[in-house]
């Protein structure tokens, strides 16, 4: 690629190793970024490195956070006793977009997967069962509803309840605004085993 | 978007300005930013702030570079009475990838559009007529096929005609390797008026 001077192939390199950026992308928004203002060239480039070096877990519930506690953790508007275990801050943000839900947050940072060689020890288990030692009434289990999402909702589940403490697992079923005849099986089922009386 | 923290928030904020880069992907990349190790994170912010910062136009061809004379205009394989034109840098590129051509470039930086307001003038096209003065055999018209591309090629060849170099255009017809029901009819009497005999 010495077609293109030194620092541009060098950029396009770099942009390529972003996940979902290919070769074409690459070129694309290297270009873009050499015809965008300096200013806001820099203000790309500062963002990442302070989100680099100043993105850490949050102490109590291990999401991503520039503070020592999160907003969410740190908030007295947040019920402390109900906790909601998520595999990822993605997923926090997807909830907290609703904009109902007052408890707070475990974030595990992962999910139990045997296939790809991730077990128990590899998520923030350990970290929820400390927690689960505090004043929790409720613990809701918003793993994804994949296998390994599945799989490690029944582990805490089944890790949990010998402790006391309510283990409770977001519904499963046909999503808001879909045509059942464009659902699958497996969900259809849930929902009729998930049905409740109105 | 205060779920996540500030810097986080910021980062996704400046990643989704690219073009391209919707919400989730700009969400998508900057936690995969914050993942990366902090080597890899700064090799792409300083491609970037680097690149911003040497990038220039060549001083002959208007191709972007970080020296003074781009590669290809430096080459002393390069014929330079051989001028392509061409609307962008990428445009050079994937002609270069070919690895057949032998003359040299021009870069426009766009092509005419009255739609968008793009005169002659707001191209690289006084540019093109000094460096005709020069001793130029060949002026090879290599714009897109879209309307302004064609718009351009007419326009520049109507202007570069009187000076007596020979001005040519790519040929336009069925891509290589695809098939004609699938080609659009404009493409096809392309190919059919531009037919050679074989």
């Given amino acids: 690629m010495d077609y293109y001077s030194s620092q541009i192939t060098k950029l396009i390199e770099e ?56 907003p969410i953790c740190a908030s007295p508007k947040r019920n402390p006793s109900m906790i909601m275990v998520v595999e990822s801050t993605r997923d926090l943000a997807a909830y907290e977009k609703t904009g109902k839900y007052e408890g707070v947050y ?36 918003a793993t994804n509803s994949s296998l390994e999402g599945e799989t490690t909702a029944m582990y805490i589940s089944k890790l949990v309840k010998p402790t006391g ?25 849930r929902a009729l085993e998930g049905r409740v009386e109105i």
């Fill in 15 to 70: 942009l390529g190793r972003l996940p979902g950026v290919g070769n074409k992308s690459a070129q694309r928004l290297a270009f873009h970024i050499i015809n965008m203002p300096e200013e806001q060239v820099m203000n790309l480039s500062n963002a990442m490195v302070e989100a680099k070096k100043n993105v850490r877990y949050c102490a109590k519930c291990f999401t991503l956070t520039d503070k020592e506690i999160c």
């Fill in 106 to 141: 475990h974030v595990l940072h992962g999910a139990i997967s045997p296939m790809l060689g991730i077990g128990p020890e590899n998520i923030k288990l350990k970290e929820l069962m400390v927690r689960l030692q505090g004043n929790v009434e409720e613990l809701i289990i």
């Fill in 165 to 189: 403490v309510k283990v409770t697992r977001i519904a499963s079923g046909v999503p808001v605004g879909s045509d059942l005849e464009c659902t699958d099986e497996v969900t259809l089922l």
